[in-house]
């Protein structure tokens, strides 16, 4: 199951929030962000699910499910812009292209993004503990050597 998740998970990345072109799906509940993805891997039919609440401070849940739509893994995430100055737009454009480089590192889940990725003045890190089944997680943004933003996520295997 772990590489059919893994194959999954950095398809369903690169069709959700990471790709700026991808349009949301209807909220499934009130103020949320929703993105949607489906696949079959490996002969097992897949459906990701990542909602969201809030924009420079932001929590939410990225859900998989197989076979008969039984939850099988699960991320929750929270994330801040640690300057004040720096606005979801600007959070967007320095985050979205390292989260479309998910698997691209075969040495770090893919989780989020690679370990590191420099876009212009923005350096993104992400470094994490643990496999599929259980890990821990930080990505951090800096601009100028200053940390500007950060991400804290947990999660693993639903039994």
Not at 25 to 47: C, T, W
Not at 97 to 110: F, H, N, R, V
């Given at each position: 199951?772990?590489?059919q ?46 909602t ?7 929590i ?12 099988v893994w ?8 640690l ?10 454009k ?6 479309m ?59």
């Amino acid at each position: 199951m772990n590489n059919q998740l893994k194959k999954f998970l950095i398809e369903a990345k690169k069709q959700t929030y990471a790709n700026q072109n991808v349009e949301k799906v209807a909220s499934l509940r009130p103020f949320s962000e929703d993105y949607h993805y489906e696949a079959e891997i490996d002969g097992v039919k897949m459906v990701y699910h990542d909602t969201y609440f809030g924009g420079e401070k932001f929590i939410g849940e990225e859900v998989v499910y197989a076979g008969e739509g039984r939850p099988v893994w699960g991320m929750n995430y929270y994330g801040v812009a640690l300057d004040e100055n720096l606005t979801e737009e600007a959070m967007d454009k320095a985050l979205r292209p390292a989260l479309m480089k998910a698997g691209e590192d075969t040495a770090i889940l893919p989780l989020r993004g690679p370990r590191e990725f420099v876009n212009g003045d923005y350096r993104y890190t992400f470094s994490v503990e643990g496999d599929l089944d259980y890990f821990t997680g930080v990505e951090e943004i800096s601009k100028g050597g200053e940390i500007v933003y950060r991400l804290y996520c947990h999660g693993g295997v639903i039994k």
